[in-house]
């Protein structure tokens, strides 16, 4: 009988764990003689003063707390994990599931347009069926500058994309790929036909830029439209005329988000965000997975939404399973980095201590969330509980979107019925949605911001 090979392994990691517990004896050692040494003063020292009694106390209690405190922090050093994925076990691509990648932008002055796009693009030249991925854009600062880049970056990924699969390029978001000064791909052949082709990919993202440029200086679309506006939802096509279906066998979909903002409904900042994409999407795509993404950062490797889809498909892996996190990177921080901006202790040495024990918490940004996660507990077998409108609100179409058998319409190639969908969108986009639901008490993102911490009892990886 044949037997599946696993998609994924975890090991300890080695010397690490050695180290931490050679260290954490060493420590302990010292602490127990520190302690005794305190106590045994208590009994053999001169107390007859108050304050030396009092300096006493202050210090001894000092030492417990903090004793105390690194006894805690032991135990994400106590098993850390290390995992490995074996991407080319995957079932075959008409096989894997879905993914929704939700960007969240809010201010075009203070993230640059450009900047935003080259997140989009780097989520839309994911390695990963172009019919299986959805990109969302939610843009609260409602400014034109981003519908209007959408555009151009659609317009510019229909020659990115098949440029990077044919080169395997690794680094996907074309500032970053442009930017560096040895590339990847040139280092052991230089391929003549691939730096001709680049010149002239190259030159068409310099124009892509300009064109984003021109439209920021000549200010028709810079501004926002204010905190006073209504829904807009827009699935970005080349003409309007388009259909999804035919686009879809090159391009993944890509949808622009403007939620409703009125000065007397609270926003939620980019919680509230979160969730008008979670409707949103929940009627257009439905993705059994989503992946999130902050418009400061982009995607690094194109590969990672397979190697997440070895967790979440792998049929080893526990039900309870809710998100794989992905370390973050940052650009531009100083050499030396002595404030430890680029977080290196949370993303190289806690976050895999956490795994060995019950999990990484999220890092509110690059990782790929199981959406049926975000309405039950490990305990709720189904979602029967979050199929009344007091639970989430009363769209039809968004509670029929919770069903197992849900099949969303929106690629029937029928104009009137992506007219209705999107109508039914902007409806999920209102800030009134969620009054008198228990819509973000319950079954979402939308507990305090920041972060899902509610999550965390359901991750397992
Ligand atoms: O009203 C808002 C405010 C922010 N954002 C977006 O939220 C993201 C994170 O905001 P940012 O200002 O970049 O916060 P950071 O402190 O850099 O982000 C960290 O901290 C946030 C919580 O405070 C998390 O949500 C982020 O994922 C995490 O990377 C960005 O894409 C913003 O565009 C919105 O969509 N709407
Ligand atoms: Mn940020």
Request: hydrophobic content about 40%; aromatic content about 12%.
């Amino acid at each position: 009988m044949e037997t599946k090979l696993p998609l994924h392994v975890s090991q300890r990691q080695q010397p690490q764990t050695t180290i931490y517990r050679f260290n954490t004896l060493v420590h302990s050692i010292a602490l127990i003689a520190l302690l005794c040494y305190r106590f045994s003063s208590l009994l053999h020292g001169q107390f007859n003063e108050f304050m030396a009694i009092f300096s006493w106390i202050v210090i001894s209690f000092s030492e417990l707390l903090h004793s105390f405190l690194w006894v805690l922090g032991q135990a994400v050093r106590w098993r850390p994990i290390t995992r490995h994925v074996f991407a080319e076990r995957l079932p075959r691509d008409s096989e894997l599931p879905a993914i929704d990648v939700f960007i969240c932008t809010a201010d075009p002055t203070k993230e640059p347009t450009v900047g935003v796009m080259n997140t989009v693009i780097s989520a839309m030249c994911l390695d990963y069926p172009p019919d299986k991925l959805f990109v969302y854009l939610s843009d609260d600062g409602g400014a034109p500058i981003t519908l209007y880049g959408m555009k151009e970056a659609y317009s510019f990924a229909k020659s990115w994309i098949p440029f990077c699969n044919k080169y395997g390029i690794t680094t996907r978001a074309p500032e970053a790929y442009f930017s560096e000064l040895i590339h990847e791909d040139e280092k052991n052949s230089l391929n003549s036909i691939l730096i001709k082709e680049r010149k002239e990919i190259e030159l068409r993202y310099q124009v892509f830029r300009q064109r984003l440029e021109r439209a920021k200086d000549s200010g028709d679309a810079s501004f926002s439209s204010g905190q006073n506006r209504p829904p807009i939802v827009e699935v970005i096509q080349d003409d309007a005329m388009e259909e999804i279906g035919e686009n879809q066998a090159m391009m993944p979909l890509l949808v622009y988000v403007s939620r409703e903002k009125r000065p007397s409904h609270p926003h939620h900042f980019k919680a509230g965000a979160l969730n008008v994409l979670l409707r949103v999407s929940g009627i257009i795509s439905n993705s059994p997975y989503i992946l999130t993404l902050d418009c400061d950062m982009y995607c690094n490797d194109s590969t990672s939404a397979r190697q997440a889809m070895c967790f979440h498909i792998d049929p080893n892996t526990s039900p309870s399973l809710a998100f794989v996190q992905f370390p973050q990177k940052f650009h531009n921080i100083s050499k030396n980095d002595i404030y430890n901006e680029l977080l290196r202790t949370a993303f190289e040495v806690l976050w895999y201590g956490f795994d060995g024990l019950k999990g990484p918490i999220l890092s509110g940004t690059g990782f790929y969330m199981k959406r049926e996660a975000l309405y039950r507990s490990p305990q709720q077998k189904d979602l029967s509980h979050v199929t009344s409108t007091t639970n989430v609100g009363n769209s039809e179409e968004f509670i029929a979107s919770l069903r197992r058998d849900y099949k969303t319409n929106a690629f029937d190639n029928d104009d009137n019925t992506l007219a209705s969908l999107l109508h039914e969108a902007r409806l999920l986009a209102s800030c009134t949605y969620e009054q008198h639901t228990q819509w973000g008490e319950q079954a979402n993102f939308l507990i305090t911001e920041p972060e899902i911490s509610f999550l965390l009892y359901t991750s397992n990886c």
